[in-house]
């Protein structure tokens, strides 16, 4: 099971950058999938998710009307679009496959694989 | 947004050592919560969800216990590849929402 993710690089503020992440080892069509970011030396940060069939989709408050997240389960990839990128979007970005357990009653959410990230500088 | 509190933010402990690492909800998330472990250049993983759920391959000696707004992260003799950063996490509803981290140093 592996995710990785390309695409990042150093861009200028307002610019644009493609992320894609490529998924292998199980069955992609079958798992949503999350991008997390992590500023240079602080913490995790939640960015999208996308259901397995796109049918849902969120963005956290920071990045929405800016970032889309899409996916191509024929290609078994993930990509985020950033769009008006700010210095404050420069981090490591890892793509994350949603595992999930249910009780029967209950269904409890995590990610359970992460690919090793990559990173995005925005600076002019 | 529901905001997830740590603590402590860091921590010294020794070798064996039982060390807690604590993690407060703004509300209350059931057992909605995630622990994961991240080294030095290195992505995080995933040790237990469902609150107290142990992932597959991870070592006995982490355990997750809580529900509603407190929750804690225990591990039961410090071994020298457990000191690293720990996050909680909740899905409890996006936004996902991390704790700040607490880092876990030798003494």
């Known amino acids: 099971v592996q995710l990785v993710e390309s695409g990042g690089g150093l861009v200028q503020p307002g610019r644009s950058l493609r992320l894609s992440c490529v998924a292998s080892?199980?069955?992609?069509?079958?798992?949503?999938m999350h991008w997390v970011r992590q500023a240079p030396g602080k913490g995790l940060e939640w960015v999208s998710s996308?259901?397995?069939?796109?049918?849902?989709?969120d963005y956290a408050d920071s990045v929405k009307g800016r970032f889309t997240i899409s996916r191509d389960n024929a290609k078994n990839s993930l990509y985020l679009q950033m769009n008006s990128l700010r210095a404050e979007d420069t981090a490591l970005y890892y793509c994350?496959?949603?595992?999930?357990?249910?009780?029967?009653?209950?269904?409890?959410?995590?990610?359970?694989?992460w690919g090793k990230g990559t990173t995005v500088t925005v600076s002019s | 947004d529901i905001q997830m509190t740590q603590s402590p933010s860091s921590l010294s402990a020794s070798v064996g050592d039982r060390v807690s690492i604590t993690c407060r909800a703004s509300?209350?998330?059931?057992?909605?919560l995630s622990w994961y472990q991240q080294k030095p250049g290195k992505a995080p993983k995933l040790l237990i969800y469902?609150?107290?759920s142990l992932q597959s391959g991870v070592p006995s000696g982490f355990s997750g216990s809580g529900s509603g707004t407190d929750f804690t992260l225990t591990i039961s003799s410090l071994q020298p590849e457990d000191f690293a950063t720990y996050y909680c996490?909740?899905?409890?509803?996006?936004?996902?929402?991390f704790g700040q981290g607490t880092k876990v140093e030798i003494k």
């Open positions: 080892g199980f069955i992609f069509d079958d798992y949503a």
């Open positions: 994350g496959k949603e595992g999930i357990r249910t009780t029967g009653t209950v269904y409890y959410y995590y990610m359970d694989v």
């Open positions: 509300q209350s998330i059931s057992s909605h």
């Open positions: 996308i259901s397995w069939n796109s049918g849902s989709i």
């Open positions: 469902a609150a107290s």
């Open positions: 996490q909740q899905s409890y509803t996006t936004p996902w929402t």
